[in-house]
């Protein structure tokens, strides 16, 4: 489970949340290259964690009230 906190662009300050259920490792969602990416390109990164424990962490961390799931 990799959990991930994102921006949607520089410019924003509203961060979300979305967590990858089946991916045992960040590999895929870090890759640059990649055709097909996990989260667009254009997005701005800003946390990634591996475990539950991380998805009640980041939510009081960065005040996000809800997350999807994919």
């Known amino acids: 489970m990799i959990v991930v906190v994102y921006r ?8 979300y949340m979305i ?3 089946n991916e045992q490792t960040p590999d ?4 640059g ?3 097909k990416p996990l989260l667009p390109h254009r997005y701005v990164l800003e ?3 591996m475990g539950k424990s991380f998805i ?3 939510k009081t961390k960065h005040k996000i ?5 994919a």
């Open 19 to 21: 967590v990858f259920e």
């Open 8 to 15: 949607k662009s520089e410019q924003t300050k509203k961060k």
């Open 33 to 35: 290259h990649a055709r």
């Open 65 to 69: 009230n809800k997350h999807d799931t």
């Open 56 to 58: 009640e962490l980041y």
């Open 28 to 31: 895929r969602i870090i890759n």
């Open 47 to 49: 946390e990634i964690g």
